[in-house]
């Protein structure tokens, strides 16, 4: 018996709604499925905030350029970003909830020494990867943690650079004004190290408080001394009143400072005038320049999906970051497996556009790369 046509549409109706919210419900499950996340903590804001602001633009701008092209086997990638203000506690905690709240499928682009340390213990609790991180302590290299992939150079390699570029002019009495933390102690002790060599030791060393711009002690200490260079072991802002500072007394002292202070920044901080002559070792091809392969991708990709940023050493280090990330997981065996990852990471040396990266046996440390910028009369970096 042919049902009512009132009840047949009613039945048609609801049967249609049924089969919609079944796929709904399908594709909101689904959806995860097709995206990575990738976790960062670092300073957004504050006095240390531009640094973690151009990391980000970096790895975004990449991030973009990658799923415009369709993403890795399918799968878009997404940066979640929260701030820690440049404090190892919130650090701690971004990557507790990057991890537990976010699912992020590995941790990328952390930003400090001591922040970096402690997180250590959180890697290997989860069994999460980190791929790269704003430092060059030997503390996060020695020994290796299986989890994490350093991008960059140490402060090792920083500093024997910085010791031989003052010793190749004749420079001999050097002093260190460092931040009292790893990454401070770090630039300190490579110094000490690299001038023994030469069988030569410091002359002063001063620190200034993590996250303080106090440095009327600092230059007390260091100036006493009569140094002919002082090698800067700390951020853009403490760098730059110390700077002044020690201009003031002596006009004639050289500086020189190590790739974390941020050659940006501390041009921003100092004014192009009393800038001028500072050297900076830097760990990531000059981004001003178009000769690299992978700075000409960067600077395109910034042009096409981050138009009001401006090109920096900080945003193309997060750039080179993403690339790898993107390499290593193009050579993996399953995109959604952290260990197959972690394999892909060792399994060879990346050449990124002319960047190369290897992580050889028993090593953390994918690169060696350094080289010594100077500022010149307009605020513009000399390469």
């Given at each position: 018996m042919m049902a009512h046509p009132l009840a047949w549409k009613r039945y048609i109706s609801s049967t249609l709604i049924g089969l919609c919210c079944l796929l709904q419900t399908t594709l909101v499950c689904a959806a995860p499925q097709e995206q990575l996340l990738l976790g960062m903590s670092a300073p957004l804001s504050g006095p240390n905030g531009q640094y973690g602001q151009q990391m980000r633009e970096g790895i975004e701008a990449c991030f973009a350029q990658i799923n415009d092209a369709g993403g890795v086997r399918g799968r878009t990638l997404k940066l979640v970003a929260r701030d820690d203000g440049y404090e190892v506690n919130r650090a701690v905690a971004n990557a507790q909830d990057l991890i537990k709240s976010d699912r992020v499928f590995a941790l990328m682009a952390f930003y400090g020494s001591a922040s970096t340390a402690a997180v250590l213990p959180v890697l290997d609790t989860n069994n999460i990867p980190m791929i790269?991180?704003?430092?060059?302590?030997?503390?996060?290299?020695?020994?290796?943690?299986?989890?994490?992939?350093?991008?960059r150079a140490s402060y090792g390699d920083e500093t024997a650079a910085i010791v031989k570029s003052l010793l190749t002019v004749g420079l001999q009495r050097v002093a260190v004004f460092y931040q009292d933390d790893a990454f401070g102690q770090a630039g300190l002790n490579g110094v000490q190290a690299a001038l023994s060599q030469s069988n030569l030791a410091v002359v002063a060393a001063a620190p200034v408080p993590r996250n303080s711009n106090v440095v009327a002690p600092a230059v007390a200490t260091i100036a006493a001394a009569n140094p002919q260079a002082v090698v800067l072991a700390t951020l853009a802002q403490a760098s730059a009143e110390f700077v002044r500072a020690m201009r003031a007394r002596n006009p004639q002292v050289y500086f020189i400072a190590l790739s974390p202070v941020g050659t940006d920044a501390l041009i921003a901080a100092l004014g192009k005038d009393i800038a001028r002559g500072i050297q900076v070792a830097q760990v990531i091809p000059f981004p001003g320049s178009d000769r690299l392969k992978i700075v000409r991708e960067y600077r395109h990709a910034l042009a096409r999906f981050a138009k009001d940023s401006e090109p920096s050493y900080y945003g193309l280090e997060g750039y080179i970051n993403a690339r790898l990330l993107v390499a290593a997981l193009e050579r993996s065996d399953s995109v959604a497996s952290r260990e197959s990852l972690v394999k892909a990471l060792r399994s060879g040396a990346y050449d990124l556009g002319g960047y190369s990266v290897h992580f050889s046996p028993g090593s953390n440390s994918g690169s060696h790369y350094v080289e010594i910028s100077v500022i010149g009369a307009d605020g513009r970096v000399i390469n």
């Amino acid at each position: 018996m042919m049902a009512h046509p009132l009840a047949w549409k009613r039945y048609i109706s609801s049967t249609l709604i049924g089969l919609c919210c079944l796929l709904q419900t399908t594709l909101v499950c689904a959806a995860p499925q097709e995206q990575l996340l990738l976790g960062m903590s670092a300073p957004l804001s504050g006095p240390n905030g531009q640094y973690g602001q151009q990391m980000r633009e970096g790895i975004e701008a990449c991030f973009a350029q990658i799923n415009d092209a369709g993403g890795v086997r399918g799968r878009t990638l997404k940066l979640v970003a929260r701030d820690d203000g440049y404090e190892v506690n919130r650090a701690v905690a971004n990557a507790q909830d990057l991890i537990k709240s976010d699912r992020v499928f590995a941790l990328m682009a952390f930003y400090g020494s001591a922040s970096t340390a402690a997180v250590l213990p959180v890697l290997d609790t989860n069994n999460i990867p980190m791929i790269g991180t704003i430092s060059g302590a030997d503390v996060l290299r020695n020994p290796p943690n299986p989890h994490l992939f350093h991008l960059r150079a140490s402060y090792g390699d920083e500093t024997a650079a910085i010791v031989k570029s003052l010793l190749t002019v004749g420079l001999q009495r050097v002093a260190v004004f460092y931040q009292d933390d790893a990454f401070g102690q770090a630039g300190l002790n490579g110094v000490q190290a690299a001038l023994s060599q030469s069988n030569l030791a410091v002359v002063a060393a001063a620190p200034v408080p993590r996250n303080s711009n106090v440095v009327a002690p600092a230059v007390a200490t260091i100036a006493a001394a009569n140094p002919q260079a002082v090698v800067l072991a700390t951020l853009a802002q403490a760098s730059a009143e110390f700077v002044r500072a020690m201009r003031a007394r002596n006009p004639q002292v050289y500086f020189i400072a190590l790739s974390p202070v941020g050659t940006d920044a501390l041009i921003a901080a100092l004014g192009k005038d009393i800038a001028r002559g500072i050297q900076v070792a830097q760990v990531i091809p000059f981004p001003g320049s178009d000769r690299l392969k992978i700075v000409r991708e960067y600077r395109h990709a910034l042009a096409r999906f981050a138009k009001d940023s401006e090109p920096s050493y900080y945003g193309l280090e997060g750039y080179i970051n993403a690339r790898l990330l993107v390499a290593a997981l193009e050579r993996s065996d399953s995109v959604a497996s952290r260990e197959s990852l972690v394999k892909a990471l060792r399994s060879g040396a990346y050449d990124l556009g002319g960047y190369s990266v290897h992580f050889s046996p028993g090593s953390n440390s994918g690169s060696h790369y350094v080289e010594i910028s100077v500022i010149g009369a307009d605020g513009r970096v000399i390469n």
